[in-house]
Every structure is written in C-alpha cells, then in structure tokens.
C-alpha cells in the first residue's frame, strides 16, 4: 500500500503530469463515491445519497437549480455513473490516448485549460437545451442531473484532432487510422442520438466537441481561452511552492551542521527557473527543450522536500 501510494505521489509530482492528475481525481473521486453509496445502501440510507450527494455534484437541468448550485457546472464532469464502471473506463482511456496527442502539440497546461473549458461549455449546451428547446424542454422533469467527463473528453479530442488531423492511431483490426476520421465519427454519433435516452449526455458531448474546436481555432489566431485557468492555476501553485520553502531553522549545533551539510549539496536551480521551462514546456511540449533545461528540470525532480 505505502509503494502505491509512493507511486501515486510520484505521478502527481512530477513535471507535465495534468492529464494524468485529471485521471487519478476522476478515479479517486468515482471510488469514494461508489464506497459510499455501496455504504449507505446496505445502511438503508440511499435517499440521503441520492438528496445530499448526488443532488449536489450532479448539473441539474433547470437553470433555476443552477442557479442555486453553481459549483454543480464543475463538479459534474468529475464524476461517473456508480453502475457503470464502463462509463469511466472508456472515459479514461480516450481521454488519455487523444491527451497524450494534445499535450505533444500544445503542452500539459493548455490541456488542463481545455478539459476545464469543454466540461463548462458541455454544461452550458445541455442548460441552454433543456430551458429553450420545446422538446427538451419537456422531459426536463424526468432528467436526475448530469454527470461524467464526456464532454471534456470530447473537448480533448476534437482538439487534438484539429491540431493534428493527420496523426494516425491504430485501431484493433482496422489499422492506423487519421484522427479526424475518429473525431468525425464521435460528433455524428452523438448528434444522432442527441434525440434518445441519453440526450443530455449526448448535447454536452455535442457542446464539448464544439469547445474544442474553437479552442484551437482560436488558438492558431492568437487568442488564447484558457488564460483564466492559468492564472488559477498559477496561483494556488504559487501557494502550494511558498508553503514548500517554509522552514524552521533553529540555532546551536543543529543549525551549525545542517548549514554544513547544505555547503556540500550541488547547487539546485532556483524554483523561477523551473516555472520558465514548465511555461515552455506548456507551449513547446517537453521536446522542444534544450539539454541544458532537461538537466535543471532533472535537478529538480531530485530535490528532497
């Protein structure tokens, strides 16, 4: 257990880990919250699940309820269906395999902003739906809430489809085919179930899908969407660094020694040479460093905090 855990805080750690920091809350988040159901069920307890839970990180279709749980236009797209470990799976997987595309191109913070940015978008498109279109409309009544990264995913592919639409994958018993291709297939299936049991997933995949694409779109001309998502980002990285740096320092022969024992350690580079390569490597992706930044970059990865 302690090495899983290691292991854990290892990928967590280590520089341009977001979109593998996006799968580990997703399945951290879908594990508790089974554990906790599974709890409460065999309690007797469901409905408080299903009042106080659920309700509460599930995107409701009235933009009334929304309007009184805001947070709900993030939350959702951290969780999954507690029945359906499937739902999560294939949610992981894609995201993972377009993610890795993405990230080679536009870098692991411009991912973290667009899988923020189709989750939000995805949510606003199944509001928008659900409050004006007669037909949604409807069947507002009969809809629990909405939940799953789907959108986000479908944000992530799109993207990285429009980024690189000739990058090939290969598929089991088809061969290597283009990304585009895939990303044609994920929009027109979504919109021609966008009238079935799953039509709210299915607008939010729709409005995840068109975030992507403008993401990039707008990206190639210079705008930049996710600029907000960094300054946040930035900010409680910049929080979590001070508090790293704060420490105790004591005088007699404790202080003597351990300003000893600091005299023969290798000079470490400073943590704002360390935010620029990680900048960089946002933008340039890891290989677009130079030898000498992978080498800092290396030095740093052996710090002992």
Known sequence: MNSFISDLKYTWNKPGSGLLRLIIINVVVYVCMSILMLVLKLSGFQDFYNLYIFDNVALPPSIYAVAHKPWTLITYFFV?????????????????????????????????????????????AYIFMFNVVPFYKEQADMVSGLIGASACVYAIVVGAATIAPEYKINLLFVGPVRIKYLAAVYIFLSLIQSAGSNAGGEIAHLGGALMGFGYVALLK?????????????????????????????????????????????????????????LDKISVKGYEGLTQEEKEILFKASQRKH
């Open 221 to 277: 001309k210079g705008t930049d969407l996710g600029k907000p998502m960094y300054a946040v980002s930035n900010f409680f990285g910049n929080i979590m660094n001070s508090k790293r740096k704060l420490k105790v320092v004591r005088g007699g022969k404790k202080g003597k020694a351990a300003a000893k024992a600091e005299k023969n350690v290798p000079h470490q580079p400073s943590q704002d040479s360390i935010d620029e390569i």
């Open 80 to 124: 999954h269906s507690m029945s359906d470990f499937f739902h999560i799976l294939f949610n992981m997987l894609v995201m993972y395999w377009f993610g890795v595309i993405f990230t080679e191109f536009l870098g692991d913070k411009k991912l973290v902003a667009l899988y923020f940015l189709g989750g939000i978008a995805g949510g606003l």
